[in-house]
């Protein structure tokens, strides 16, 4: 063979191991055979990833669907151990048997998807064989650190609402460090979620309520209060770039939903969410943001929150997630996602054994078209009352129809929430079960319908109200018999973020 013909063979070999364009990539994961699976509490923020992949499969330590979900897989045998986290949930699954022999039954070399994760999580992957598809914990937990990220955004070039960041020694030690914030002011922990471990502080009486949990941190944030609406983008670095998904709003503090003033309680995601100029200024800082992730080290999916404020419609980064979201369900199942590959797809190609090229630039400007975003939007709907009950009665999980008197009656089975035709359905997956306690904090689950769910001035619709108080009549529960032990444990345990 000459020189030439071998050049011609190994560039033929070359251009087939290279994905070229989006229909390579679709083609490639439709035949692939990497065991991948999610692993965590329930299938949902990636609900749909299994028509996308072949072989992709869910391990959950609840079941949503009562067995009727063909690619989920939660353990039958289980204990009912005091969870204080996903990490300690997934932690469980990848020790139970039930999961080990499922894993091994499947064979090949298998990947694995998680939501939260910690070392510990990597040491049990890696006894059964299964890659982690994500950075290492310790850089994610680095990252996921609410001071770090400001100084990620500083060096990004990305604007944070006014701030400092110290170490707080008292209330009179606040104002000192704070003094040109003036006297409204919020304070962040550097971890947690927002519902817990934002604190809005005006006075030394709304300080003392928190000065433990501020007092003790080495470091927090301190940032000047603004009147401002939320905001939320996913995005994924890749080898080839950061691929930016639309703008969506956010749904926070709402007292139908959560009972976490600040908590995150839902998304939307409509063509002409904000302005413009909104948008594309949240599409240049979350291109800025993730292209600063890639020179930390950083990889694959993450989100952001955005505030802007009401009176001058300036945007300022909120949050980082350096992880799949509460939001990718909403992320993944729009338009423009369903038009070229989901935002996920392009997360696991990081992980695969193949190269692929293709236009960051061309996908960010198709996605961004508001032809190719549709409307969307979801509920998380928690218990927000101070009581604990045994769940008696829960909802199966699937579509519901509402009625023109605004009742709601189960229509249908069905794990696609894009089977929901008409804003007069919902889909509904149910994370509370039958057997359950729910107390303050506890998810029930989350409701995606088409449509807004919030007017302009951000208060939910008419419409989001009756769903959620239909939803929440689904649920029957009665007072226990060992009520004042469960109370004592609710106390200690508290909720944390199924999603």
């Known amino acids: 063979m000459t020189k030439k013909s071998i050049k011609s063979v190994l560039s033929r070999t070359e251009q087939i191991r290279i994905l070229r364009g989006i229909s390579d990539i679709r083609r490639y994961f439709y035949m692939n055979e990497t065991p991948i699976y999610f692993i965590s509490a329930t299938n949902f923020n990636l609900l ?10 869910f391990i959950t330590y609840i079941d949503c669907f009562d067995g009727e979900h063909p690619n989920v897989f939660s353990p039958k045998q289980k204990e009912n151990p005091e969870f204080e986290s996903i990490e300690e949930i997934n932690n469980y699954l990848l020790e139970h048997k039930e999961v080990g022999d499922y894993i091994k039954k499947r064979g090949g070399k298998p990947k694995a998807l998680f939501l939260m994760f910690d070392e510990e999580t990597e040491k049990l992957a890696g006894r059964l064989g299964l890659e982690v598809m994500f950075p290492a914990a310790k850089l994610r937990t680095h990252l996921d650190n609410k001071v770090v990220t400001n100084r990620i955004a500083e060096k990004a070039g990305v604007q944070c609402v006014p701030y400092v960041l110290s170490k707080v020694n008292g209330y009179q030690h606040l104002l000192k460090i704070s003094k040109k914030l003036g ?6 922990t550097p971890f947690g979620d927002s519902g817990h471990t934002t604190f809005f502080v005006s006075n030394e009486k709304e300080y003392d309520k928190y000065k433990d949990e501020i007092e003790k941190e080495e470091e927090v944030k301190v940032m000047k209060r603004i009147n401002c609406r939320g905001a939320a983008v996913e995005a994924c670095v890749t080898r080839n770039g950061t691929i930016v998904a639309p703008l969506m709003t956010e749904l926070v503090g709402f007292k139908e939903l959560t009972p976490y003033k600040g908590g995150w309680c839902g998304n939307e995601i409509y063509p002409d969410v ?14 800025l943001f993730g292209d600063q992730l890639k020179k ?29 979201t509460g939001a990718s369900s909403i992320t993944n199942h729009a338009v423009f996602a369903l038009a070229d590959i989901p935002l996920f797809l392009f997360h696991i190609l990081q992980w695969m054994d193949v190269d692929s090229r293709y236009s960051v630039s061309e996908i960010n400007r198709r996605w961004s078209k508001p032809e190719n975003i549709d409307n969307w939007g979801q509920l998380v709907i928690k218990h927000t009352e101070k009581s604990i009950g045994l769940v008696t009665h829960a909802p199966k999980s699937g579509i519901y129809e509402m009625d023109s008197s605004g009742n709601i009656v189960f229509s249908r089975m069905d794990s696609h929430r894009r089977a929901v035709e008409s804003e007069k359905e919902g889909f509904f997956l149910r994370i509370l079960q039958k057997g359950d306690y729910w107390y303050e904090g506890a998810d029930l689950g989350i409701l995606v319908v088409r449509g807004r769910l919030m007017t302009d001035e951000f208060e939910l619709t008419d419409r989001a109200k009756n769903w959620i108080s239909k939803i929440r009549a689904e649920f029957k529960a009665e007072v226990p018999e060992n009520l004042p032990q469960l109370e004592k444990k609710a106390a200690e345990i508290g909720g944390f973020k199924m999603m």
Do not use: C
């Not at 749909?48 to 499969?57: L, N, P, S, T, Y």
């Not at 006297?183 to 962040?188: G, P």
């Open 274 to 287: 904000f302005t413009k100029g909104i948008r594309k200024k949240a599409k240049k800082y979350t291109k």
């Open 296 to 324: 930390e080290g950083y990889k694959g999916y993450f989100e952001l929150d955005f505030l802007i404020e009401e009176e001058t419609n300036e945007i300022y980064l909120g949050e980082l997630n350096p992880r799949i």
């Open 48 to 57: 749909g990833a299994d028509e996308w992949v072949k072989g992709f499969k």
């Open 183 to 188: 006297n409204d002011l919020v304070i962040q």
